[in-house]
């Protein structure tokens, strides 16, 4: 099967409605095909109806003779048969001889040196929107003359048979390394694209030498650069959009020896409970451009409830990077001398910040413990604990050691210091503690950020081993020790043994690891 070809034939038997539309006549053409409404900001707002969030049991890397070697197979990288691709490749491309859609060629990666020239061919004109905020929009010379090194196709309507094409439901995502296309359908939910390139780059970057990373990050006015890891639901996009600094990117990033550029032209932000208080940059980007998906509107007034959760805890805004004002653009900058993991703790054991030796940063990021959130996948519907290697598992076809080692050198020749923040509960679990105050976490972010807890004093946590910061300013102390806000202390002391051994059992996995990555775990 010549992919290339393929595509060309289809865009001589059916040509797209357009190349690289401008969005003002991409959300016309949303709007008169009734694909979403304007709210009273400009935004436009669209539902992905079933799914709405990502569907992880119905993503397939295709095994390919030429790359199956290097792909650690298992319940993450789901192995498919290039023939089931194939079929279904070919059903997609008559789908489209049949439909209006859209093109859109850009880029992933905003380093020239990196870059990956990407095409994406949309069903829906609200999703290729979408990638044009999401991902990097071309120069008028750079679109001329542009050659797409990986081709995704959304089809939303396009639903698989599990019984004849071999997926596990109606909804597909398929990933060919080799032949370099994505084949999307049967879900409208447009964080299955992002997270498509997003899996290709972090299989090929590394053999460029370029570390990916599942992170935000910002620049301080001194060059200063910082990168918050953490999965869905933790904070990467809230506490990297500060005011102080300039934002990177939010989401997904390389770290060359260069330094770190954002893979994407875009954010896409959690809307849950949004207000101008707390997450001032994110509110004012929801204007006209941005494409809001599930988020309640009134009826009358087209005004959105962002607390509304009846259509999914997963709300999601989507808008260029330059939509937040003081972002930087192009989107990169020197090497870090923060390394920020974000965790949303739902037992309310983990210290609100900490500070981490070499050791317990490697450990921490091949962990990669966090709750998962509401919303975030399907089926999800109370926080649960999970470990995902990296931070990112999901999205990671490789063996987790590549990019662990990667990070661990990196860290070591820029002298990176390294931090675990718990954005999660304080007080007792979810449903009795609270998710601890943004202000505070705010507060020790700024801490980390301008040196200041590179000179307190430290306290060993007993059980997990982290050095718990003594002071920190515009932070009550009492809150800095997790134990101390728990009225029923050994009930404290019961949940963080439990977690502890989560970890324990998690880390038997890594085989290869030392002994000193390992020691550097909690105590059992």
């Not at 491309?93 to 095409?119: C, H, Q, W």
């Not at 094409?165 to 994505?182: F, R, W």
């Not at 609270?434 to 040196?451: D, E, F, S, V």
Request: aromatic share 10%; charged share 20%; net charge negative.
């Amino acid at each position: 099967m010549d992919v290339n070809s393929r595509v060309e034939r289809l865009f001589i038997i059916n040509p797209p409605v357009g190349r690289n539309l401008p969005v003002s006549q991409l959300i016309e053409t949303a709007l008169s095909r009734q694909e979403g409404v304007l709210t009273n900001t400009g935004a436009l707002c669209c539902t992905t109806g079933k799914y709405t969030g990502r569907s992880p049991k119905d993503r397939f890397i295709v095994q390919d003779a030429s790359i199956s070697q290097q792909i650690a197979w298992g319940n993450v990288n789901k192995p498919i048969s290039p023939e089931i691709f194939s079929n279904l490749y070919e059903r997609t491309i008559a789908y489209l001889e049949t439909k209006d859609y859209f093109v859109f060629d850009g880029f992933a990666g905003a380093d020239d040196n990196y870059s990956m020239p990407i095409r994406v061919i949309n069903e829906y004109a609200w999703q290729n929107i979408f990638v044009q905020q999401l991902f990097i929009r071309p120069t008028a010379d750079q679109l001329e003359n542009h050659q797409p090194e990986f081709t995704l196709i959304c089809t939303p309507g396009l639903k698989a048979d599990p019984d004849k094409d071999g997926t596990n439901s109606e909804a597909y995502i398929l990933l060919s390394l080799e032949k370099k296309v994505i084949i999307l359908g049967g879900t409208e939910y447009a964080g299955e694209m992002k997270k498509s390139i997003f899996s290709v780059l972090n299989y090929f970057m590394p053999y460029r030498d370029v570390l990916p990373m599942h992170c935000s990050a910002n620049v301080g006015a001194r060059g200063d650069v910082a990168l918050f890891f953490g999965l869905s639901g933790t904070g990467k996009t809230t506490l990297s959009a500060d005011p102080e600094r300039r934002l990177i990117g939010d989401d997904e990033h390389g770290w060359s020896g260069k330094g770190v550029f954002n893979f994407e032209g875009g954010c896409y932000a959690k809307c849950i409970d949004l207000s101008h208080e707390k997450e001032p940059q994110i509110w004012n980007a929801i204007r006209f451009g941005t494409v809001l998906e599930n988020v309640v509107l009134d009826k009358e007034l087209r005004v959105p409830d962002y607390r509304d959760n009846s259509l999914t805890e997963n709300t999601r805004a989507g808008y260029p990077v330059h939509y937040i004002d003081n972002a930087l653009i192009p989107s990169l900058a020197g090497h870090p001398r923060v390394v920020i993991f974000l965790t949303a703790d739902a037992f309310g054991v983990l210290p609100p910040i900490s500070k981490l030796s070499k050791e317990q940063a490697m450990y921490h990021f091949l962990s990669g413990y966090t709750s998962k959130l509401a919303g975030t996948e399907r089926g999800i519907t109370e926080p649960q604990v999970t470990f995902s290697t990296c931070f990112g598992e999901p999205f990671l076809p490789l063996n987790p050691s590549v990019y662990a080692r990667m990070l661990g050198e990196r860290i070591d020749e820029h002298d990176a210091q390294v931090y675990l923040v718990n954005t999660g509960w304080s007080g007792g679990p979810y449903g009795i503690g609270k998710r601890l105050n943004l202000t505070y976490t705010r507060a020790m972010i700024t801490a980390a950020l301008n040196g200041e807890l590179e000179k307190v004093s430290y306290c060993p946590d007993p059980v997990f081993g982290l050095q718990i910061p003594e002071t920190v300013t515009g932070v009550p102390t009492e809150i800095l020790t997790p134990r101390n806000t728990w009225e029923d202390s050994s009930a404290y002391d019961k949940t963080a043994q439990s977690l502890a051994e989560s970890f324990g059992i998690n880390f038997q996995k890594f085989k290869d690891v030392s002994s000193d990555i390992r020691s550097a775990g909690p105590n059992i």
